[in-house]
């Protein structure tokens, strides 16, 4: 069974940062997941794509957080992590990890991130 369990979120004034990690079970992220992935959904929008990294590593970015947030991986923790600089207060949202083996997508239950103005 496949879970996915995310944490770091929390409250942060503009301009400050926050990491988030997304660690797994069940799965494998550098072995038999095709890619993972960050999504975000504030109140009353869509989920939205933030960051994903594929198993072999190479990285994909929503054109609001280039340059402020990093997604990375450490392959030994099976962790996903989200780096997230220079913090907005639009970047309010839950988060959540996405993560895809053998077709199947599968996420965490998300972590809440407020960036107070």
């Known amino acids: 069974q496949v879970q996915l369990v995310e944490s770091g979120g929390g409250l942060v004034q503009a301009g400050g940062s926050l990491r988030l990690s997304c660690a797994a079970s069940?799965?494998?992220?550098?072995?038999?997941?095709?890619?993972q992935g960050w999504y975000r959904q504030a109140p009353g929008n869509q989920r939205e794509l933030v960051a994903t990294?594929?198993?072999?590593?190479?990285?994909n970015y929503a054109d609001s957080v280039k340059g402020r947030f990093t997604i990375s991986r450490d392959n030994a923790k099976n962790t996903v992590y989200l780096q997230m600089n220079s913090l907005k207060p639009e970047d309010t949202a839950v988060y959540y990890c996405?993560?895809?083996?053998?077709?199947?997508?599968?996420w965490g239950k998300g972590t809440l991130v407020t960036v107070s103005s």
């Open positions: 069940g799965i494998i992220f550098s072995i038999n997941s095709r890619y």
């Open positions: 990294i594929t198993s072999g590593g190479s990285t």
């Open positions: 996405n993560a895809q083996k053998f077709g199947i997508n599968y």
